[in-house]
T-cell receptor, first 112, second 111 residues
Framework: EDQVTQSPEALRLQEGESSSLNCSYTVSGLRGLFWYRQDPGKGPEFLFTLYSAGEEKEKERLKATLTKKESFLHITAPKPEDSATYLCAVQDLSGNTGKLIFGQGTTLQVKP | EAQVTQNPRYLITVTGKKLTVTCSQNMNHEYMSWYRQDPGLGLRQIYYSMNVEVTDKGDVPEGYKVSRKEKRNFPLILESPSPNQTSLYFC??????????FGDGTRLSIL
């Protein structure tokens, strides 16, 4: 059964303190791994898609990496505006082509 | 502006009173989905549609209905809502081989 586990559940950082969020996944065949950002009262906002082990994507202070079993979202020198819940999701090669299996998210708080 | 629009954003209702949550997208996307988000359970797919008149069940379809008569619209219907359907609902759409775009959610409370 496809499964996605994110850790930690919550993370508090000081502004400028770099860290990483983890997403471990179990899937029979990976079509894609997705990172989303969710702000309170809003829907998930797309950040990155990763398709194969070794792939990396960057956007401003965020960098996502992928191995065969997990993905990391590295946050370099975070700012308070980076505070949000970060969701990881996988799409299986089998099954319906629209479904994403989501982890429960990591809630990041960055203090000034 | 490209967007997925859900209505209503908030609704408090009572058990058994039929309700419909509308979802509309202006990106001409083929694929549309409904998810619910619950604390400790994350986002789970309820139903999805690959095109007009093509719909199928997701992981938690019990108690819900959908229809896709037009490409842009994908309403979620609760024919006889129950308290266990109290949740935060998201509609999403995407083009082939593209990531999903989500609406801003509908918070349903069923008393």
């Amino acid at each position: 059964e496809d499964q996605v586990t994110q850790s930690p559940e919550a993370l508090r950082l000081q502004e400028g303190e770099s860290s990483s969020l983890n997403c471990s996944y179990t899937v029979s065949g990976l079509r894609g791994l997705f990172w989303y950002r969710q702000d309170p009262g809003k829907g998930p906002e797309f950040l990155f898609t990763l398709y194969s082990a070794g792939e990396e994507k960057e956007k401003e202070r965020l960098k996502a990496t992928l191995t065969k079993k997990e993905s990391f979202l590295h946050i370099t020198a975070p700012k308070p505006e980076d505070s949000a819940t970060y969701l990881c999701a996988v799409q299986d090669l089998s099954g319906n082509t629209g479904k994403l299996i989501f982890g429960q998210g990591t809630t990041l708080q960055v203090k000034p | 502006e490209a967007q997925v629009t859900q209505n209503p954003r908030y609704l408090i209702t009572v058990t058994g009173k039929k309700l419909t949550v509308t979802c509309s997208q202006n990106m001409n996307h083929e694929y549309m989905s409904w998810y619910r988000q619950d604390p400790g359970l994350g986002l789970r797919q309820i139903y999805y549609s690959m095109n007009v008149e093509v719909t199928d069940k997701g992981d938690v379809p019990e108690g819900y209905k959908v229809s896709r008569k037009e490409k842009r619209n994908f309403p979620l219907i609760l024919e006889s809502p129950s308290p266990n359907q109290t949740s935060l609902y998201f509609c999403a759409s995407r083009a082939p081989a593209q990531p999903q775009h989500f609406g801003d959610g509908t918070r349903l409370s069923i008393l």
